[in-house]
């Protein structure tokens, strides 16, 4: 079975850092693009990082760029997101999501259940 398992959500002050981990198995992982969302209350999911398939690509959303960092893990079939410089309006569910297609496309083909990242003022 597919899963993909997000950690390390918490509350962090403004300014300040969290690397979050999505565990992946029960696909080939290195065959797909890994995307991590976010969904803040009252507002529609947005991309902010994806890693392609075969070391290609990287992409950032314009409020993520500069600030996050995508990286992956083939060995261990996990994907992170570093966050630095975090803020407010990062406040938010955090999902990771995969596709075969080896980028991320805006359906994705399998998600995680997210982890929740706060960001106090």
């Known amino acids: 079975e597919v899963q993909l398992v997000e950690s390390g959500g918490g509350l962090v002050q403004t300014g300040g850092s969290l690397r979050l981990s999505c565990a992946a198995s029960g696909f080939t992982f290195d065959d797909y693009g890994i995307g991590w969302f976010r969904q803040a209350p009252g507002k529609e999911r947005e991309g902010v990082a994806c890693?392609?398939?075969?070391?290609?690509?990287?992409y950032y959303a314009d409020s993520a760029k500069g600030r996050f960092t995508i990286s992956k893990d083939n060995a261990n079939n996990t994907v992170y997101l570093l966050m630095n410089t975090l803020k407010p309006e990062d406040t938010a569910v955090y999902y990771c999501?995969?596709?075969?297609?080896?980028?991320?496309?805006?359906?994705?083909?399998?998600w995680g259940k997210g982890t929740l990242v706060t960001v106090s003022s």
């Open positions: 890693i392609s398939s075969s070391d290609g690509p990287i």
């Open positions: 999501a995969a596709d075969n297609i080896g980028w991320c496309p805006p359906d994705m083909d399998f």
